[in-house]
C-alpha cells in the first residue's frame, strides 16, 4: 500500500476505490474509525461463515462497536466491545456462543490487536 500526502491527510488507491484517511473526518476517514471497522467487519465475517457452515439459518447480522478510548495516552483506542444483533430462523443460543468464541481466535484483525487493545463481544437473537 502506498499512501500519498493530500492537503488534509492522505490517500491511497485500492482495488475497490480510493481510500482518505485523515485527523478531520470532513477530510477523510479517521484512523481510530478504520481500525474499529477492521475489527468489527472482520468479526462479523468470520462469525458469518461459521454460522453458515453450522447450516444456523442466518438473515441478517448487524455489529455494533463501543469503543473507549484514553484521551491521557494520545486519545489511543483501549477497548472495543461488539455487539452482534443475529436475525435468522431457529437459532440456538448454546451454538452461537461457541460459534463467537471460535469468531474470536480465527479474526485476524482480533489477533493482530491482542495485548494492545481489549476486544470483547455480546449478541442477541432476534
Known amino acids: ?7 488534509v491527510g ?6 475497490y476505490g480510493e481510500l482518505h484517511v485523515a485527523g478531520d473526518e470532513t477530510y477523510g476517514f479517521r484512523p481510530y ?3 474499529v471497522s477492521a475489527v468489527a467487519v472482520c468479526s462479523g ?9 453450522k447450516r444456523l439459518e442466518i ?6 462497536a463501543d469503543v473507549t478510548r484514553n484521551e491521557k495516552e494520545a486519545n489511543r ?15 440456538d443460543r448454546e451454538k452461537v456462543a461457541k460459534s463467537l468464541e471460535v469468531t474470536r481466535k480465527n479474526c485476524s484483525m ?8 481489549e476486544v470483547t463481544e455480546s449478541f442477541e437473537l432476534i
Open 1 to 7: 500500500m502506498e499512501f500519498k500526502m493530500k492537503e
Open 10 to 15: 492522505f490517500k491511497t488507491q485500492l482495488e
Open 33 to 35: 474509525q478504520l481500525l
Open 45 to 53: 465475517g468470520v462469525l458469518r461463515k461459521i454460522l453458515e457452515k
Open 59 to 64: 438473515e441478517d447480522i448487524t455489529v455494533k
Open 77 to 91: 483506542i483501549e477497548k472495543i466491545h461488539l455487539h452482534f444483533i443475529i436475525k435468522g430462523k431457529n437459532l
Open 110 to 117: 482480533v489477533r493482530s490487536v491482542e495485548g494492545s487493545i
